[in-house]
């Protein structure tokens, strides 16, 4: 089967760092994505990570480790308005199509 | 470029009844997906749809359909609605070059309350 794991509630402080990881089990598996989610509005793609390595995109930064079907996303200089929902997401190869399979997601709670 | 939009933003249902959602992808897109979303259970893949063609399947019971128009534009339909259908019904369309797995733009959701 498919699963994916990543931890309910994270919460740091402002101006700190914080990383969110992500554990996956699945067969035919492509990539991995992390989505952002605020209350109330609708996920936003941040990250994709096909390769192993780290790839930054500003304050953000994911890491991907095939060989240990392992993921993380790291957020620096905390902000409040990072406050948020986390999700990774794994794009599978099923059958004869892709598929996307998202975690229950990580709620971040940043505080002053 | 205008962004996905879904119609209506809130649903008020009673048990038995069906329900039919629309989204509207970004101009361009011809990929459509449609994901359930309930507390604690994160984005649960309910079906893709790509040049009018349902292209992949998540596990949901048949009361869940969809369909797309040569516009992409997509509807969702439940039908018999139960309680356990109260959720976020999210859309989100991509290029669609390699399915719903480039970068998914999703729309605000429609909120289905069933009673």
């Known amino acids: 089967g498919q699963s994916l794991e990543q931890p309910s509630e994270v919460t740091a402080v402002e101006g700190a760092i914080v990383q969110i990881n992500c554990t996956y089990q699945?067969?035919?598996?492509?990539?991995l994505s992390w989505y952002q989610q605020h209350d109330g509005g609708a996920p936003t793609f941040l990250s994709y990570n096909a390769l192993d390595g780290l790839e930054e995109t500003g304050r953000f930064s994911s890491f991907l480790s095939r060989s240990d079907s392992y993921g993380y996303l790291l957020l620096q200089e905390l902000q409040m308005k990072d406050s948020a929902s986390y999700f990774c997401a794994v794009k599978a190869r099923m059958d004869s199509s892709y598929k996307l399979i998202f975690g229950s997601g990580t709620r971040l709670l940043v505080r002053p | 470029k205008a962004g996905v939009t879904q119609t209506p933003r809130y649903l008020i249902k009673t048990r038995g009844q069906q329900v039919t959602l629309s989204c509207s992808p970004i101009?361009?897109?011809?990929?459509v997906s449609w994901y359930q979303q309930t507390p604690g259970q994160g984005l649960q893949f309910l079906f893709e749809?790509?040049?009018?063609?349902?292209?992949n399947k998540g596990n949901f019971p048949g009361r869940f359909s969809g369909r797309q128009f040569s516009n992409s534009r997509s509807e969702m339909n439940v039908s018999t609605l139960e309680l356990g259908d109260s959720a976020l019904y999210l859309c989100?369309?991509?290029?669609?070059?390699?399915?719903?797995?480039?970068?998914?733009?999703f729309g605000p959701g429609t909120r289905l309350t069933v009673l």
């Open positions: 101009s361009g897109h011809r990929s």
């Open positions: 749809y790509f040049s009018e063609t349902q292209r």
């Open positions: 699945t067969s035919g598996f492509y990539g």
């Open positions: 989100a369309s991509s290029g669609g070059g390699s399915g719903s797995t480039d970068t998914q733009y």
